[in-house]
């Protein structure tokens, strides 16, 4: 789809919408794993997040029935979510949300190399080396997050290289799929498959995946963490539909302005001065990568990716997909 001049601007609204609003996700995530465990926040998102598409999905008649392959994408979607979803939550109950955010933000660099893994993607130097800088600025971050949490300062890292194996398969299950059923899909699939695997570790009293009825403002805690999942990619997946990916893409790194104000409001953490320079060398070396995207995008069949791309007229042209999938 290619989106018309006077939606862009409508398009950019909702996706600075969705970084205004997607670290709240965090925030209450963080002050419910105050009273319950790691698991529980997660599978709250995936239950209020089916039940509030639920009426959506059934209002707007969209279909149902699934095929095989349309199933299968589905439950690995799911399965990603869940595991991304885990990490990070794991996270941000002991790291502040900017630096545990600001080490998601390596999941473009991990898509790339995945692309190239996987489908044999042409990466040349210029990228690879951005991905290598963004890598070392990542490590600016857990370093000092290391010796302050322990491991799970490595646990943003699962959910970056999750959340890459999630862009993945959203962009194969698109074309299938509506954006609103693929978020009721798959936050039923991640319910499905996540609630025996709780009832399961309960017995077994495993802090993280230990299940217990929420007390009093936690209920808040764990409904608000499914509301801004659900809000927040929404939003989103109409910005991706209004506007090119290409465009959108460079406003996500606002997302880190919005974390790190609701951390510091909220929680009283800000930012150390090494960890905001590992997040501007990631945000630097990310917003690279979608520069020479964009390049390479417009440049004919067979231009290598270190030679420059050719000058072109202004004119319409198909994006190439630079963020997050729709859903």
Same mark, same amino acid.
């Given at each position: ?117 996987? @489908?044999? /993607?042409? &990466?040349?130097?210029?990228?690879? $080396?951005?991905?290598?800088? =963004?890598?070392?600025?990542? !490590? *600016? ?111 996500? @790194?606002? /997302?880190? &302005?919005?974390?790190?104000?609701? $951390?510091?409001?909220?929680? =009283?953490?800000?930012?150390? !001065? *090494? ?53």
């Amino acid at each position: 789809m290619t989106a018309s001049a006077d939606r862009v601007p409508l398009g950019v609204a909702f996706m600075l919408g969705f970084c205004a609003i997607a670290p709240l996700i965090d925030v209450f995530s963080k002050l419910a794993t105050g009273s319950v465990s790691v698991g529980e926040v997660t599978l709250a998102r995936f239950l209020v997040q089916g039940s509030l598409m639920a009426p959506v999905v059934l209002a707007m008649g969209l279909r149902l029935r699934m095929g095989g392959r349309e199933l299968r994408l589905t439950l690995v979607r799911a399965l990603v979510s869940i595991l991304s979803t885990y990490c990070f939550v794991a996270a941000v109950r002991v790291m502040p949300l900017a630096d545990a955010l600001a080490l998601v933000f390596v999941e473009p660099f991990i898509i790339l190399l995945l692309g190239w893994a996987l @489908y044999g /993607e042409r &990466v040349g130097p210029r990228r690879l $080396g951005a991905a290598a800088v =963004g890598f070392l600025g990542a !490590l *600016l971050v857990v370093r000092p997050s290391f010796e302050a949490f322990g491991a799970v300062a490595f646990f943003p890292l699962g959910t970056a290289l999750f959340f890459a194996l999630y862009i993945i398969v959203t962009r194969q299950l698109a074309p299938f799929q509506h954006p609103a059923a693929m978020q009721f899909h798959t936050a039923l699939a991640a319910a499905v498959l996540w609630l025996p695997v709780m009832l399961i570790a309960t017995p077994f009293a495993v802090p993280s995946l230990a299940f217990g009825w929420p007390q009093g403002w936690t209920w808040g805690f764990l409904f608000g963490v499914g509301l801004a999942a659900t809000v927040s990619h929404m939003l989103m997946s109409f910005g991706l539909r209004l506007a090119p990916a290409a465009t959108l893409a460079p406003l996500h @790194y606002l /997302e880190i &302005v919005s974390s790190a104000s609701f $951390g510091y409001l909220v929680f =009283g953490n800000f930012p150390s !001065l *090494l960890t905001w320079l590992g997040i501007g060398v990631i945000c630097a070396s990310g917003l690279y990568i979608i520069y020479r995207e964009r390049q390479l995008a417009r440049a004919p069949d067979g231009v290598p990716d270190h030679a420059p791309a050719p000058r072109q007229e202004p004119g319409p042209r198909g994006p190439r997909e630079g963020i997050v999938g729709e859903g």
